[in-house]
């Protein structure tokens, strides 16, 4: 029998590891992000612009900062994407795209340990701090929807958790190893992303801006991964 034959398929944590270290990160720089500046969402990025509504029908402040986020969203994943097309569709391009989110999140952090404590929401340091996350995470997104679009989105929660609803109906009305499979693999990122939401409220109330680090060094683990190509 051939080393083929005898290969065994590779297991759960095998094939899920990256996108559960990536919605892992994606809840947790969000509400580092969200308790740090304010109310600013860096993954969740449509957030602000109901924010942003909100602020301005009430009088608030720090309008025009997650306004500008959107713009600043678009502009990162049009270029994010004119240099995917000029590379090739391989693990090195996906590796540096890695690289690129961990290098804004390290600008996210220091200029969080720099200009922290936030209590003007119209500061131009917190929009400052606040861009560096979100291009991190705009860099993020453009990957998703191009070079790893086959794995589950790792930011934006409600299709995710749409389809955890459906998984486990199915599950309910027909149980099975298939609809097993699917329910936990939509289960596990559900709770990925709760499990970072957490994580990074505790490690901010502990260490400020410091609780970015960890999520950083998990961004180069994966990219590490990708360059070996063993990301997925």
């Given at each position: 029998m051939s080393a083929?034959?005898?290969?065994?398929?590779?297991?759960f944590w095998a094939q899920s590891r990256a996108p559960l270290i990536l919605t892992v990160v994606a809840g947790a720089i969000d509400t580092i992000g969200f308790v740090a500046l304010l109310g600013f969402f860096t993954a969740h990025v449509t957030g602000n612009l109901v924010l942003a509504g909100a602020a301005f029908v009430q009088g608030g402040a720090g309008v025009w900062i997650k306004l500008g986020?959107?713009?600043?969203?678009?502009?990162?994943?049009?270029?994010?994407?004119?240099?995917?097309?000029?590379?090739?569709?391989?693990?090195?391009?996906?590796?540096?795209?890695?690289?690129?989110?961990?290098?804004?999140?390290?600008?996210?952090?220091?200029?969080?340990?720099?200009?922290?404590?936030?209590?003007?929401?119209d500061d131009v340091a917190l929009a400052l701090t606040?861009?560096?996350?979100?291009?991190?995470?705009?860099?993020?997104?453009?990957?998703?929807?191009t070079?790893?679009?086959h794995i589950s989105p790792s930011t934006m929660m409600t299709g995710n958790t749409t389809q955890f609803g459906i998984d486990l109906s199915n599950y309910v009305r027909q149980p099975g190893r298939e609809q097993g499979l699917a329910l936990l693999k939509s289960g596990s990122i559900v709770a990925a992303f709760i499990l970072g939401a957490l994580l990074g409220?505790?490690?901010?109330?502990?260490?400020?801006?410091?609780?970015?680090?960890?999520?950083?060094?998990?961004?180069?683990?994966?990219?590490?991964?990708?360059?070996?190509?063993?990301?997925?």
């Open positions: 083929a034959e005898n290969a065994q398929p590779p297991g986020a959107i713009p600043l969203f678009i502009v990162t994943v049009m270029f994010t994407k004119m240099w995917i097309d000029r590379c090739s569709q391989s693990g090195t391009t996906l590796g540096w795209l890695l690289v690129g989110e961990a290098l804004f999140l390290a600008g996210f952090m220091l200029a969080g340990l720099h200009f922290a404590p936030f209590s003007d929401p606040g861009g560096l996350g979100l291009i991190a995470l705009a860099i993020r997104n453009t990957a998703s929807k070079l790893i679009k409220a505790v490690l901010y109330v502990y260490l400020g801006f410091w609780s970015v680090l960890p999520f950083l060094l998990a961004v180069l683990y994966l990219a590490s991964l990708s360059f070996r190509k063993r990301f997925i």
